[in-house]
C-alpha cells in the first residue's frame, strides 16, 4: 500500500506520518529529508526542484515492489506530482490513498507553523506569509481529507485510520 500524505507545510502531515508509520510498520519517505540530503551533498540549492521527488518515486518503488507499506509526505503541491505518485504504485502494483492533510483553522495553523522547531539540520522552515502565497493546486479527484483542526496528533490519527476503514484500505 502507498499512503500518500500531501498538505501545505503546519497541517500536520510529518506527525501523522509517523504515527501511522509507527502503527503498521511502514517506510516513511519524508521529502523534506530527502531535498535537505541533497542540499547536504552539495548537489543543489534550496528550492531544489524535482529532485527530491524523482528520488522519493524511487525509493517509493523500490519498498513496495518489496511488499512494504510506504507512507509518501510532501507539500505535494501540483497535479503532476500527484499524478506521479500514483503512477508509482500503480507500476508497482500497490493499491494508492491520497490523503490530503489540511488544517481549517487559520490561527491554529499559523501558531502551529511559526511555533515548530527545525527538525532536519539545515532544512529551511517557511514562515507564514510564504505558506499564504505558496503555490497549492486544488485537488481535481477523489481524495482522503484530514482536518487536524482542534485535534490532538492521536485524535487525528484515529480519525485518519477510520476514514481509510471507511474506505476499505485499512492499513493493518
Not at 540530503?37 to 518515486?57: D, F, T
Not at 503532476?80 to 494508492?96: E, K, L
Not at 505558496?134 to 481535481?140: D, K, L, M, T, V
Not at 481529507?145 to 484515529?158: F, K, M, N, R, W
Request: charged share 20%.
Amino acid at each position: 500500500m502507498l499512503l500518500v500524505l500531501s498538505g501545505l507545510p503546519g497541517t500536520g502531515k510529518t506527525t501523522l506520518a509517523r504515527l501511522l508509520a509507527t502503527r503498521i510498520g511502514a517506510v516513511h519517505l519524508r521529502i523534506d529529508t530527502i531535498e535537505q540530503a541533497i542540499v547536504r551533498s552539495g548537489l543543489a540549492r534550496h528550492p531544489v526542484g524535482p529532485a527530491g521527488y524523482v528520488v522519493g518515486y524511487a525509493l517509493a518503488g523500490e519498498h513496495l515492489r518489496q511488499g512494504l507499506p510506504v507512507i509518501a509526505e510532501s507539500v505535494n503541491p501540483r497535479a503532476v506530482t500527484r499524478d506521479a505518485w500514483r503512477d508509482v504504485g500503480s507500476a508497482s502494483g500497490a493499491d494508492t490513498v491520497e490523503v490530503e492533510v489540511v488544517c481549517s483553522d487559520p490561527a491554529e495553523h499559523r501558531h502551529r507553523l511559526t511555533s515548530r522547531s527545525v527538525d532536519i539540520p539545515g532544512l529551511p522552515l517557511p514562515d507564514w506569509p510564504q505558506v499564504l502565497a505558496r503555490a497549492y493546486e486544488p485537488w481535481e479527484r477523489e481524495h482522503v481529507v484530514i482536518d487536524t483542526a482542534g485535534q490532538s496528533p492521536h485524535e487525528s490519527l484515529a480519525r485518519f485510520v477510520r476514514l481509510l476503514d471507511a474506505r476499505g484500505a485499512a492499513p493493518e
